[in-house]
């Protein structure tokens, strides 16, 4: 296995899906595994807890004048600057003594700009896309507000849709999270394995007893997360909540002190936050009004999982088959977000009937023993 992100602890989105694919082909497949990964320097401290998993545990430190060099490099050679800037000389000479030393069956590559590192190799091959970052890239162009971000999608985002089909035609399979990024890029191989939901204790309880909450929990440095913060707090919650004692906001997850300057009165900043399911279940709601990006919304099945309804845009309903009324509330813009969030706060038994509804969403879709039973038939299949 090849992977960009050190895969401990499952704490954000990329960590928490190559942490729970690698549980499931543990568990399921019964397979030997050996992880050649890039880390930070202060995760290598941190590979006991992988060699739970993996038969050894090979790791790379991210160099950060390396990546900012690569990048650049990237701008006059063919390949996306994603990959680029990953294009690491110490990564290719561990992956060759990893693949002469343990002569693998079969390469499993996480993310694509990892895929370069398995290309030299026939060994069959398969590679775990997540998302479509061509369609990302094509769907930011027209949020971001910096002139420079904006040009980069544009500049780089023809070479990222090039690249992803390339490299699909060069895998035996490509895993992608949902069935919108798949039918983008249309490859034959393209195979959909949706994230699960994280298991959790006691359900959520009626909290009508104190300060009515609503939550956001996300990864900031992900800019459609930043852009929904931004959009909600200027839009929905500074005009219709700002002066209410009786309810709070709550910002939470890695990043969250980005915005310092929206703290205070009922607008409370939680940054990396250690206990994800000890967070959102303190809260009587969660707002995702995310806008655009890629995938599915783990947010939205992480508040379903805790049993704590949620007010989406349509956007971040569509990936996780959220139905208006049923298993969440569909606010089209800041008008119906005030609406609604007023409307659960008075009336807690339809939020707690749309809470009772997701689970039965969540049990029927998004399960990581059925995705793994999925990814497992692939990698046999390949390695036939």
């Known amino acids: 296995m090849l992977s960009p992100v050190f895969p401990y602890p499952p704490a954000d989105g990329d960590k928490i899906r190559i942490f729970n694919i690698v549980n499931q082909l543990k568990k399921q497949g019964k397979h030997k ?8 320097p202060f995760e290598e401290a941190l590979k006991p807890e992988l060699e739970k998993y993996f038969e050894t545990v090979d790791t790379v430190v ?10 650049f490099t990237g701008i006059f050679g063919t390949i996306p600057l994603n990959a680029a800037a990953y294009n690491d000389a110490r990564m290719k000479d561990v992956v060759k003594t990893a693949y002469e030393k343990h002569q693998p069956d079969l390469i499993f590559t996480y993310r694509l700009r990892m895929a370069q590192y398995a290309a030299v190799y026939t060994v069959p091959k398969v590679i775990d896309y997540v998302d479509s970052l061509a369609l990302f890239m094509k769907r930011s162009a027209g949020f971001e507000v ?16 090039n690249y992803e089909r390339s490299v699909a035609a060069d895998f035996k399979s490509v895993f992608i999270n949902s069935e919108e990024d ?11 394995a949706a994230n699960g939901a994280m298991k959790v204790g006691k359900p959520a309880k009626d909290r009508r007893n104190g300060v009515y909450t609503v939550g956001f929990m996300g990864n900031m440095p992900y800019g459609p997360n930043r852009e929904a913060v931004r959009w909600f707090v200027k839009n929905v919650w500074k005009k219709t909540f700002n002066n209410d004692k009786n ?20 607008i409370e900043l939680k940054d ?6 000890k967070e959102i279940i303190s809260w009587d709601l969660s707002a995702v009004p995310v806008r655009y990006g890629a995938g599915r919304q783990n947010k939205v099945m992480d508040c379903w999982a805790c049993g704590i309804p949620v007010i989406a845009a349509p956007f971040a309903a569509k990936g996780v088959y959220g139905k208006d009324g049923y298993n969440m509330m569909i606010a089209e813009n800041k008008v119906e977000f005030a609406e609604k969030i007023n409307l659960l706060r008075d009336k807690p038994a ?8 997701a689970k039965a969403t969540l049990n029927k879709y998004f399960d990581w023993d059925k995705t793994g039973r999925i990814i497992n038939k692939a990698i046999l299949k390949a390695a036939k």
Not at 33 to 40: A, I, K, P, S
Not at 272 to 277: A, H, L, P, R
């Open 247 to 266: 309810i709070r906001l709550v910002i939470a997850g890695r990043g969250a002190d980005v915005f310092k300057s929206l703290a205070g009165d009922n």
């Open 62 to 71: 991210l160099d950060k004048l390396q990546i900012i060099g690569g990048a």
């Open 33 to 40: 595994l050996h992880l050649v990964t890039f880390c930070r």
């Open 182 to 192: 798949a039918q983008y890029l249309g490859n034959k191989n393209i195979i959909t």
């Open 272 to 277: 990396n936050v250690k206990d994800v399911e």
């Open 350 to 357: 339809i939020g707690r009937k749309l809470a009772a509804n």
């Open 146 to 161: 910096s002139i420079f971000k904006k040009l980069y999608y544009l500049f780089d985002g023809p070479r990222v849709e």
